[in-house]
């Protein structure tokens, strides 16, 4: 963990160094003035003479300065360096995340991966700069004063390593209870913040179903369950500070009666006995410090191994060294083709035998659970086989630069998502660098650019985040021009015109059928007359190939097909 953190200090490495290094400075021009002070009481004040009070008082006020001046530049840097380990942070975890394939996906949730690239970065910001700064000062700060201390009195130096004995014994304690709570304590603000995240997009179905106090009771269990795992904590944490509180207080009362004894026994003088009380203060604060950065520690270990986990997550799809950047042509093979989302489960497709030429247009259909969605994502090698072999162009879909072969298969998915930003730059994800009119002639394809014209502004028109502007069938026309513009030579529509009218559906692939012949289309559907003009349909049934034919071929011998083609004619002319 500790490796991989640590890598994403990259370019911050020097603010890096040079925080502890002006923390050095400040902290031994503090540790001075205590000296100082004891010289001018001792050698000064008691001595009466004037001229060495003003000597020795001139140099504590440059120790002052010299001190004052290192802490404000030890905290410029280490503000620096923190804030931007917690930017490349961010930046490597949300690259990462980007080439995750699916099944990576699968392993975490969306709020979980929210969770990990605020919070757990935040807590582990803190704890950066508290490490370079805090974490070297206060050490630092403890053995220069102990220094001290062995110089002026070595018996009583004594007091203060017991006291580091004890203290050191109650903070291991503390931290190894505090930690595997707070690993708990993360893991509910997930929830929480999944309960936030589904009930902010799904709000629209919360009021339409008037279940606002459902939704209010279920995120208060879910806030209290993260307050009741941070009480837990905290609840071990606050022992943290009586503990402290025995440790000071026990060495005041043991310095003042032993340095009480020594001075009325001539072996102390009372500037002495004062720097010793400063230099107590100073090492019982630093013991203090260290105690306090060890629960930010302790806290932040678990936001760090969580965001370790995502940086050395590796995708399951790797592309070969030598990987090929162009896809030939259209063309589709299974080859013998299984596949399970998770090993040792059932498999959701079994044995999969499919050969497609080249700018047909193959139809899609099956009962729910039919695996039609999972068949079309192996083809853009969004997850890969457990068995078998796919071929897009005569090549194994494994041989292909993942870029040039998902450029090259465009899908519209069952989810049609758009983001927020004009109708234009949505459309502009299927090609940065199309022209307006490439834009309008996708959308007049996939029948959206009458709709488009009429909005306000046009194709400058604002989508909302999720396209809650617009209906649904508006959204899947857009997707619809949006993946035209890629230009593929594969296009998978999943169930991608359902909330199309039969009318407008029969338009779309219409223009398929004219403008673009040479472009293999894939259409999953539930309705018979969206498919039944295809080249050919494939039946999917419990993850098998059920039947494979023309319209009319598996009409006259399939009865899967037979039987929704006569219940949804049946239900037309009714």
Same mark, same amino acid.
């Given at each position: 963990?500790?490796?991989?953190?640590?890598?994403?200090?990259?370019?911050?490495?020097?603010?890096?160094?040079?925080?502890?290094?002006?923390?050095?400075?400040?902290?031994?021009?503090?540790?001075?003035?205590?000296?100082? +002070?004891?010289?001018?009481?001792?050698?000064?004040?008691?001595?009466?003479?004037?001229?060495?009070?003003?000597?020795?008082?001139?140099?504590?006020?440059?120790? /002052?300065?010299? $001190?004052?001046?290192? %802490?404000?530049?030890?905290?410029?840097?280490?503000?620096?360096?923190?804030?931007?380990?917690?930017?490349?942070?961010?930046?490597?975890?949300?690259?990462?995340?980007?080439?995750?394939?699916?099944?990576?996906?699968?392993?975490?949730?969306?709020?979980?991966?929210?969770?990990?690239?605020?919070? @757990?970065?935040?807590?582990?910001?803190?704890?950066?700069?508290?490490?370079?700064?805090?974490?070297?000062?206060?050490?630092?700060?403890?053995?220069?004063?102990?220094?001290? !201390?062995?110089? #002026?009195?070595?018996?009583?130096?004594?007091?203060?390593? %017991?006291?580091?004995?004890?203290?050191?014994?109650?903070?291991?304690?503390?931290?190894?209870?505090?930690?595997? &709570?707070?690993?708990?304590?993360?893991?509910?603000?997930?929830?929480?913040?999944?309960?936030?995240?589904?009930?902010?997009?799904?709000?629209?179905?919360?009021?339409?179903?008037?279940?606002?106090?459902?939704?209010?009771?279920?995120?208060?269990?879910?806030? %209290?369950?993260?307050?009741?795992?941070? +009480?837990?904590?905290?609840?071990?944490?606050?022992?943290? +500070?009586?503990?402290?509180?025995?440790?000071?207080?026990?060495?005041?009362?043991?310095?003042?009666?032993?340095?009480?004894?020594? &001075?009325?026994? %001539?072996?102390?003088? !009372?500037?002495?006995?004062?720097?010793?009380?400063?230099?107590?203060?100073?090492?019982?604060?630093?013991?203090?410090?260290?105690?306090?950065?060890?629960?930010?520690?302790?806290?932040?270990?678990?936001?760090?191994?969580?965001?370790?986990?995502?940086?050395?997550?590796?995708?399951?799809?790797?592309?070969?060294?030598?990987?090929?950047?162009?896809?030939? @042509?259209?063309?589709?093979?299974?080859?013998?083709?299984?596949?399970?989302?998770?090993?040792?489960?059932?498999?959701?497709?079994?044995?999969?035998?499919?050969?497609?030429?080249?700018?047909?247009?193959?139809?899609?259909?099956?009962?729910?659970?039919?695996?039609?969605?999972?068949?079309?994502?192996? #083809?853009?090698?969004?997850?890969?086989?457990?068995?078998?072999?796919?071929?897009?162009? *005569?090549?194994?879909?494994?041989?292909?630069?993942?870029?040039?072969?998902?450029?090259?298969?465009?899908?519209?998915?069952?989810?049609?998502?758009?983001?927020?930003?004009?109708?234009?730059?949505?459309?502009?994800? *299927?090609?940065?660098?199309?022209?307006?009119?490439?834009?309008?002639?996708?959308?007049?394809?996939?029948?959206?650019?009458?709709?488009?014209?009429?909005?306000?502004?046009?194709?400058?028109?604002?989508?909302?985040?999720?396209?809650?502007?617009? $209906?649904?069938?508006?959204?899947?026309?857009?997707?619809?021009?949006? /993946?035209?513009?890629?230009?593929?030579?594969?296009?998978?529509?999943?169930?991608?015109?359902?909330?199309?009218?039969?009318? !407008? @559906?029969?338009?779309?692939?219409?223009?398929?059928?004219?403008?673009?012949?040479?472009?293999?289309?894939?259409?999953?559907?539930?309705?018979?007359?969206?498919?039944?003009?295809?080249?050919? &349909?494939?039946?999917?049934?419990?993850? =098998?190939?059920?039947?494979? *034919?023309?319209? =009319?071929?598996?009409?006259?011998?399939?009865?899967?097909?037979?039987?929704?083609?006569?219940?949804?004619?049946?239900?037309?002319?009714?």
């Amino acid at each position: 963990m500790l490796k991989t953190l640590m890598a994403e200090i990259k370019e911050y490495k020097k603010p890096s160094l040079l925080a502890p290094l002006f923390v050095s400075i400040e902290v031994f021009m503090e540790i001075l003035i205590p000296f100082l +002070m004891s010289k001018i009481v001792d050698m000064g004040i008691s001595e009466g003479n004037l001229k060495r009070v003003v000597i020795i008082g001139l140099l504590m006020i440059a120790a /002052a300065c010299i $001190s004052l001046m290192g %802490g404000v530049l030890a905290g410029s840097f280490a503000a620096e360096a923190s804030m931007g380990f917690a930017k490349n942070l961010r930046e490597t975890m949300f690259r990462n995340i980007q080439r995750f394939s699916f099944s990576n996906l699968d392993k975490y949730s969306t709020s979980g991966l929210v969770t990990r690239l605020t919070t @757990d970065v935040t807590n582990l910001q803190n704890a950066y700069q508290m490490i370079i700064r805090m974490c070297i000062r206060s050490p630092l700060m403890l053995i220069s004063a102990f220094v001290m !201390t062995c110089i #002026i009195r070595p018996s009583l130096a004594l007091v203060y390593v %017991g006291a580091i004995i004890f203290l050191g014994v109650a903070l291991y304690f503390i931290m190894t209870r505090a930690h595997s &709570i707070f690993t708990q304590v993360f893991k509910k603000y997930d929830d929480l913040n999944a309960g936030v995240q589904e009930n902010i997009s799904g709000i629209r179905t919360v009021k339409a179903f008037v279940r606002e106090d459902y939704e209010i009771k279920k995120f208060k269990i879910a806030a %209290g369950n993260v307050y009741e795992m941070f +009480m837990k904590a905290e609840t071990i944490l606050v022992s943290n +500070m009586p503990v402290m509180q025995f440790t000071v207080y026990s060495c005041i009362l043991l310095i003042s009666y032993i340095g009480a004894r020594m &001075i009325v026994g %001539g072996t102390l003088t !009372t500037g002495q006995l004062m720097s010793l009380f400063t230099y107590t203060m100073n090492i019982l604060m630093s013991l203090m410090i260290i105690s306090m950065a060890f629960v930010m520690i302790s806290m932040s270990r678990a936001s760090g191994e969580r965001i370790a986990e995502v940086i050395n997550e590796t995708t399951d799809l790797a592309a070969p060294t030598d990987s090929i950047k162009e896809v030939k @042509d259209g063309s589709i093979e299974f080859r013998n083709v299984s596949f399970a989302y998770k090993k040792g489960r059932n498999n959701c497709l079994t044995n999969i035998n499919l050969n497609i030429k080249s700018g047909e247009t193959i139809g899609i259909i099956g009962g729910t659970g039919s695996s039609k969605s999972t068949l079309v994502q192996l #083809i853009p090698r969004l997850y890969d086989p457990v068995e078998g072999e796919v071929f897009v162009g *005569g090549l194994n879909v494994k041989s292909y630069d993942l870029d040039a072969l998902r450029g090259s298969v465009a899908m519209v998915l069952q989810k049609n998502v758009l983001f927020s930003g004009t109708v234009k730059e949505n459309l502009k994800w *299927g090609d940065p660098n199309a022209t307006d009119e490439e834009i309008v002639k996708a959308c007049e394809y996939a029948q959206a650019h009458e709709f488009i014209s009429a909005m306000p502004n046009g194709y400058d028109t604002r989508i909302e985040q999720g396209g809650t502007n617009v $209906s649904g069938g508006q959204r899947q026309r857009i997707c619809i021009a949006r /993946a035209l513009l890629m230009k593929p030579r594969i296009l998978i529509l999943d169930d991608s015109t359902s909330a199309v009218d039969t009318k !407008t @559906d029969a338009m779309i692939r219409k223009a398929f059928r004219e403008e673009i012949p040479d472009t293999t289309k894939l259409i999953i559907a539930q309705r018979i007359t969206s498919v039944q003009d295809a080249d050919r &349909i494939i039946v999917m049934d419990g993850g =098998e190939i059920n039947g494979f *034919g023309t319209h =009319e071929e598996l009409l006259a011998a399939n009865d899967i097909y037979r039987e929704v083609y006569e219940s949804q004619m049946k239900g037309d002319e009714e």
